[in-house]
């Protein structure tokens, strides 16, 4: 599946790879352990924040706050 | 206002469903999306993930409506809002378009929980919303119908220029 931004997609297939690892075998286990993907997602992420801006796709009410824990709800 | 809705019943185990939901596109069934990115993913003070996610989509528009509208686009994009609760066993997703809000909304919602009898079943069950330039559609294909000699919903709905999908179809969005 494509990324919007084309030049991230080598790395949004990498942070996939990770996230549907940890997610099938630690978080649907209930497994609280580290998350390992943390950093695959921020460099992920600067290739789609730049895509987002480049296309002018309307996302509001949305910090870029990565991947985190204790998010308020 | 609920415009459709509907109930699916998957024969696996929550577990199992919610691990292909995540991947779900590509999906065979809606090959009109074409990018998925997440925005944001945290997990919250009772263990729930939450996901934001950037889908693209081709909506394949008929000519016709394209004409009307007096657009060529065809790229929307929507916004989606995931929250898994791998204790409680309940994945929720809410979606809607954010270009194209001139003139529809569209927001859908799944939910997925264990079959309440059956632990090896899931249950999905489906709602989504069109509006049409602040107009409920429910409220418009109502007085539509009502104006019109023939009660077929089906002519209505090809008049539409094929917008909704026929009674039976499960999947929503985006349109056909």
């Known amino acids: 599946m494509n990324s919007v931004g084309e030049a991230c997609a080598d790395m949004k297939r990498e942070y996939d790879q990770c996230f549907s690892r940890w997610f099938a075998e630690k978080f649907l ?25 480049e296309k002018e796709i ?13 998010k308020p709800e | 206002m609920r415009v459709w809705s509907s109930e699916h019943v998957f024969g696996h185990p929550w577990d199992t469903v919610i ?6 596109y590509p999906n065979p069934m809606n090959p009109s999306v074409v990018g998925v ?20 989509t081709e909506w394949g528009l008929p000519g016709l409506v394209r004409a009307i509208l007096g657009t060529s686009r065809t790229l929307t994009y929507i916004r989606e809002h995931s929250i898994v609760d791998p204790v409680g066993k309940k994945m929720e ?21 264990p079959h309440p009898e059956d632990p090896g079943r899931t249950v999905l069950t489906q709602e ?26 089906k002519k209505v709905l090809i008049a539409w220029g094929g917008w909704l999908p026929p009674a039976d179809h499960t999947h929503m969005w985006p349109p056909p």
């Open chain 1, 29 to 53: 286990k209930a497994d609280c352990s580290g998350d390992p993907c943390t950093d695959l997602f921020k460099r992920y992420q600067q290739g789609v924040q730049k895509a987002i801006k």
């Open chain 2, 19 to 24: 691990k292909a939901a995540m991947r779900k």
């Open chain 2, 37 to 56: 990115d997440v925005l944001e993913r945290s997990v919250d003070s009772r263990g729930r993930l939450h996901s934001h996610r950037l889908l693209s």
């Open chain 2, 128 to 153: 989504a919303v069109i509006t049409v330039k602040g107009i409920s559609l429910g409220s418009y294909l109502e007085s539509l119908m009502a104006n019109t000699i023939s009660s077929n919903a």
């Open chain 1, 58 to 70: 309307p996302i509001e009410g949305l910090e870029f706050m990565g991947h985190g824990k204790e």
């Open chain 2, 93 to 113: 997703l809410c979606s809607t378009n954010i270009t194209l809000t001139n003139w529809v909304s569209v927001s859908e919602r799944l939910v997925y929980t």
